[in-house]
Every structure is written in structure tokens, then in C-alpha cells.
């Protein structure tokens, strides 16, 4: 009678433990959630629109979301070797538009949230967040990159400075969600 119940427990417990993986899943495999596109001639949407590009590996359309001075320094052949584990994590990412400034010089100034979750039964679920800049200007009638950011952090032929984002921003905007 006492293995019979034992049994039962560790069939009830296995049931959970299947249930609670197939959840987490099921979340994995729609991080967008109702995630809506932002027009694409604001900064917010230019950014969105260069970390999408990026995340499905097309990278000649994440570069033409820089400015003249970076598409020189960052070739396109230069992206992916900074880039590739963006596209195998994706499912376990969400990528929020926390706040656009205009800077006094007319640039923009983007911030988003990077969430990634890490599943790891039978542990559960682990999150953490980072905060991502990206400073923006206007060439040719759209906002481009005017800084590197996450994922693409270096470029070889960038021998002047690239202008460093604000990380000081004096009031929070509104998170929204951005497809990742």
C-alpha cells in the first residue's frame, strides 16, 4: 500500500513538473505577446526595425539602419562575427522601448529594455534585464544609427569616437513592448 501511494505522489509530481515546462514554453515560443510595430520614421522605430534585421540575420538590412559614417566603419560582412548568438537566443528575449529624448543637437536618444529568460528545470525560470542606447540622426529623410549598441558593440574600421548615448535620462517613459 505504501508503494502504491508513493507512486501516485511521484506521478502527480511528474504531471506538474510536465505541465509547468509545457507553460513556460508555450511563453517562449510567443515573446512578442501583442507586440505592435512603431512607425517607421520615428527613432523608435528605426531601432526596432535594426534589432529585428538583426535578429533574423539580415544583415545588409540592419546595415542600411546606420549612419554614413558607421556603414563605412561597419562593413556587412563585419556584422555577423558580432552578432550570431543574437538569433539563437531569440525566443528567450523581450525587448521593450522604455523612452525616446530629441537631444538639444536635433539627434534622438532611444532606450530599451533586454529581457532574457533562462529556463532551466527543474530550477524554474531565471530573468534578468539590461538597458540598451542608441543615439539617432537624421540622413537622408530617416533616422539612423549614429552609435553602436547591443548587439554590435565594435567595428574595426570605427577610428573616431562614436557618440556614447546619455545613460542619464531624468524621467522614465512609458516601457511598450517591440517585436524582438
Not at 14 to 42: C, F, K, M, W, Y
Not at 48 to 61: F, I, M, T
Not at 75 to 102: C, D, F, N, Y
Not at 134 to 149: F, M, N, P
Request: aromatic share 8%.
Amino acid at each position: 500500500m505504501r508503494s502504491s501511494s508513493n507512486l501516485w505522489l511521484l506521478t502527480v509530481a511528474v504531471v506538474v513538473a510536465v505541465l509547468v515546462v509545457a507553460s513556460v514554453a508555450i511563453a517562449l515560443l510567443n515573446p512578442r505577446g501583442n507586440a505592435q510595430e512603431l512607425p517607421a520614421d520615428t527613432p523608435a522605430g528605426a531601432v526596432q526595425r535594426y534589432l529585428v534585421a538583426v535578429q533574423e540575420q539580415d544583415y545588409p538590412l540592419a546595415h542600411t539602419y546606420y549612419s554614413t559614417r558607421l556603414q563605412r566603419a561597419c562593413t556587412v560582412e563585419h556584422l555577423p562575427t558580432q552578432s550570431r548568438w543574437v538569433a539563437e537566443g531569440a525566443g528567450r528575449r523581450r525587448i521593450e522601448l522604455v523612452e525616446t529624448k530629441t537631444l538639444s543637437d536635433g539627434r534622438a536618444q532611444v532606450r530599451v529594455r533586454i529581457t532574457e529568460v533562462d529556463v532551466s528545470p527543474p530550477f524554474g525560470v531565471n530573468e534578468y534585464a539590461h538597458d540598451e542606447w542608441y543615439v539617432l540622426l537624421q540622413e537622408g529623410g530617416a533616422w539612423r544609427l549614429d552609435s553602436l549598441g547591443w548587439p554590435i558593440t565594435y567595428c574595426p574600421g570605427l577610428s573616431e569616437p562614436v557618440p556614447r548615448p546619455l545613460t542619464s535620462t531624468g524621467g522614465q517613459g512609458r516601457a511598450q513592448a517591440m517585436p524582438d
